[in-house]
């Protein structure tokens, strides 16, 4: 019964992360040409503080609580797991030529499309929430949070299942309308959420994450 109520409050906190964080994009949305003001930017970075802070927060606390797989612990860096974050990000990169190569075509997502038309009538800053707020909230919730709610167990089946799964919750988080894009998401998904599990820091995640979407503004 414990166990139950707690994946019920852990997916209500999911639940309210990410309307938060759809609701901290808003501030980066500056109207093409109009001067950013003083008050703009210090409202952009006490919003990005605030969000991240407070969903780290919230994942230190669940891991706290319940944490069997031995998430986020000491030391966080080595050149072993870099390189597995480079070598996800390099994957990544890979299969979305190979998918755009064979079967999407000229098309891109809808998702794809919705960001690149906001990006024609927006100030550049906007582009600082696709390369820093976005991955390090999505890694958060899609991840971090994820596997606490549903996958507090270790073991062989709750690590590929899990994988599975939290790839197809962000892809459906990217493309609800579920064409032929979501199995792109998916793949996506899927290969940082082996990142998360294979290197036990979210922060491997996240590199890979950012560096994906660093990438497609290049």
């Not at 860096?77 to 990169?93: E, S, T």
């Not at 064979?102 to 600082?128: D, H, M, R």
């Not at 390090?136 to 899990?162: A, Q, S």
Request: glycine share 6%; aromatic share 16%; proline share 2%.
């Amino acid at each position: 019964m414990r166990r139950f109520l707690r994946l019920i409050g852990n997916l209500g906190i999911m639940i309210l992360s990410f309307i938060a964080y759809e609701l901290a994009q808003i501030v980066y949305v500056v109207r093409q040409g109009r001067t950013i003001s003083a008050l703009r930017i210090a409202l952009i970075i006490i919003v990005t503080a605030v969000l991240i802070w407070g969903l780290y927060a919230i994942y230190k606390y669940q891991l706290k609580v319940e944490n069997e797989w031995k998430f986020n612990q000491k030391p966080h860096w080595d050149l072993r797991r870099v390189f597995i974050a480079f070598g996800a990000f390099v994957l990544i990169v890979v299969m979305q030529i190979i998918f755009i190569s064979y079967i999407g075509g000229n098309s891109t997502s809808t998702n794809q499309k919705a960001i690149e038309e906001i990006q024609k009538s927006v100030n550049p800053i906007f582009n600082l929430m696709l390369v820093v707020l976005a991955p390090i909230c999505e890694e958060l919730i899609f991840r971090g949070m994820f596997f606490n709610t549903f996958f507090p167990v270790e073991n062989i089946y709750t690590k590929w299942i899990g994988i599975i799964t939290s790839g197809f919750v962000f892809a459906f988080g990217h493309d609800p309308a579920m064409d032929k894009f979501i199995f792109l998401y998916w793949m996506m998904g899927s290969i940082l959420a082996w990142t998360y599990v294979k290197t036990k820091d979210i922060r491997y995640s996240v590199l890979a994450h950012m560096l994906n979407n660093l990438l497609s503004l290049l």
